[in-house]
C-alpha cells in the first residue's frame, strides 16, 4: 500500500495553520502540526500536534522529517494594524520572525523536504504606490525599489529573499504568497493582534443601541480581503504547481473602512453610527492584483466579501455572547 502523503505545518496553532490542518486532513494527508500554542478555538485536527518554539533551530531540526512532501512555513510575530503599525513591537517582531525563516530554510534544505511554502504579505509593498485609496499598486513586479511602510512587511521582504537564496544556491523548492489581509471565523477577534474584518465585526457586536461604533483613522483608507476558504485553495494550488512565486493570494474587492463598517452594521440589522477616532492605519490604500495567479494558477476567489462577513460576523457575535 502507498504511504499517506505527509505534510507538516508551522504555525498550526493559529489562524490560518489551524484552518489549513483541518482541510489537509480532509484531503487524506497525515499531518504534523508545530506552534509554541494550541489553537485557540478548536482542537487541532493534526494527528501529532508539537509544542514548539521555532526559534530554536533544535526544535525544527528534530521536527521537520527527512523529505517530508509538503511544509507549510505560516508561524510569525504577526498581528493586525494595532501590533504592526505602533512601532512598539518592531524589534520583536523582526527578530522572532526572521529567526524561525532563518532555521526553517536551512533545515528545508537540509533534510531535502520536497516542497516548502512561505507566508509572505502585501506588506512588502512600497508604500509610495499606496498613497491613492482609489488606485494603490500592488503588482507583484511592483515590490522593488523596496520600501515597505513597516518592519513587518521589511523582514517578509528579507524572508521571500532568503528564500528564493536557498533554491538558487541549494535547490531549495519554495512556493511563496503574498496574503492580502486573510479573515474568517476562528481568527483573533481581541486582545491587540486582531485585524480589522475581525476588529470591526467585534465592535459591532458589542455596540449598544445609541453608542457609536468607533473605527481608526478617517475611514476612506482602501483593503481588500481574503476569504480563508479561498485563500486555502489558492495556497494549496501554488504548492502542488510547478511555479515559484511571489504571487498575490487576495481579493479584488476593494473597500474603504467606512464602508466595510456600514456592511457589517448591515449584517448585523444594527443601525448605530459611525464615529472616526486616531489609531494606527498604516497606508492609504492597498488591494491586491490577480492578473498573474489568475493566468499561471487559474486561481480567483469564490466568495464574494458580502458573504465572507456574513460568516466571520456570526461567529464573532457567538464569541461575544460567550464571553
Ligand atoms: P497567527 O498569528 O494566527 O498565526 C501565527 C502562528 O505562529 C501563531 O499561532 C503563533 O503562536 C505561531 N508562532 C509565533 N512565534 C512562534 C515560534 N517562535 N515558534 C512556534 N510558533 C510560533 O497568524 P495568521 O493570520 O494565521 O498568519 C499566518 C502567516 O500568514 C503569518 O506568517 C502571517 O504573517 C502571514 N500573513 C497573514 C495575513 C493575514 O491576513 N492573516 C496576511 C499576510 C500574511
Ligand atoms: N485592526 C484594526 N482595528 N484596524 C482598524 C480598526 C480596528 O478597530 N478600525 C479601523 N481599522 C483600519 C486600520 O487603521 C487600517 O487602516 C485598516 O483598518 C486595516 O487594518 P488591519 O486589518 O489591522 O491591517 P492592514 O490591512 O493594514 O494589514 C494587515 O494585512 C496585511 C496583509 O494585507 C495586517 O494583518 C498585516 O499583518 C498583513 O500582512
Not at 76 to 99: C, E, K, P, R, W
Not at 106 to 116: H, N
Not at 296 to 310: C, I, K, R
Request: glycine letters at 8%.
Amino acid at each position: 500500500m502507498k504511504a499517506k502523503k505527509k505534510a507538516i505545518v508551522l504555525g498550526a496553532g493559529g489562524f490560518i495553520g489551524s484552518h489549513l490542518v483541518k482541510r489537509l486532513k480532509q484531503e487524506g494527508l497525515y499531518v504534523k502540526g508545530i506552534d509554541i500554542k494550541h489553537p485557540e478555538f478548536s482542537e487541532s485536527a493534526a494527528d501529532e500536534f508539537i509544542i514548539g518554539d521555532l526559534r530554536d533551530i533544535h526544535t525544527v531540526q528534530n521536527n521537520i522529517d527527512e523529505a517530508v512532501d509538503e511544509v507549510y512555513q505560516l508561524a510569525g510575530d504577526v498581528g493586525g494594524a494595532g501590533y504592526i503599525f505602533t512601532g512598539l513591537n518592531d524589534a520583536n517582531v523582526m527578530h522572532n520572525s526572521a529567526q524561525i525563516n532563518l532555521n526553517v530554510a536551512k533545515v528545508a534544505t537540509e533534510k531535502k523536504i520536497q516542497r516548502l511554502f512561505f507566508s509572505s504579505s502585501a506588506c512588502i509593498y512600497p508604500a509610495e504606490n499606496q498613497t491613492n485609496p482609489e488606485t494603490p499598486n500592488c503588482e507583484e513586479n511592483s515590490a522593488y525599489p523596496a520600501n515597505p511602510d513597516s518592519e513587518y512587511g521589511w523582514e517578509k521582504l528579507m524572508s521571500e529573499r532568503l528564500y528564493l537564496s536557498y533554491k538558487r544556491n541549494f535547490g531549495l523548492n519554495v512556493k511563496i504568497a503574498r496574503f492580502h489581509n486573510i479573515y474568517g471565523p476562528e481568527s483573533t477577534w481581541k486582545g491587540g493582534k486582531e485585524k480589522a474584518p475581525a476588529a470591526i465585526c467585534r465592535k459591532v457586536a458589542e455596540a449598544g443601541s445609541g453608542q457609536p461604533v468607533e473605527i481608526w483613522g478617517d475611514g476612506l483608507q482602501t483593503r481588500s480581503f481574503l476569504y480563508i476558504d479561498d485563500c486555502l485553495d489558492a495556497t494549496i494550488r501554488l504548492m502542488r504547481s510547478d511555479y515559484t512565486g511571489p504571487y498575490n493570494i487576495g481579493s479584488e474587492e476593494m473597500i474603504s473602512m467606512l464602508d466595510f463598517t456600514k456592511l457589517v452594521l448591515a449584517i448585523s440589522s444594527k443601525t448605530n453610527a459611525i464615529k472616526t477616532i486616531h489609531g494606527p492605519v498604516g497606508v492609504r490604500g492597498r488591494c491586491s492584483h490577480n492578473r498573474l495567479i489568475e493566468n499561471d494558477l487559474e486561481w480567483s476567489p469564490a466568495y464574494t466579501l458580502e458573504t465572507g462577513v456574513s460568516k466571520l460576523y456570526q461567529w464573532i457575535h457567538q464569541q461575544v455572547n460567550n464571553s
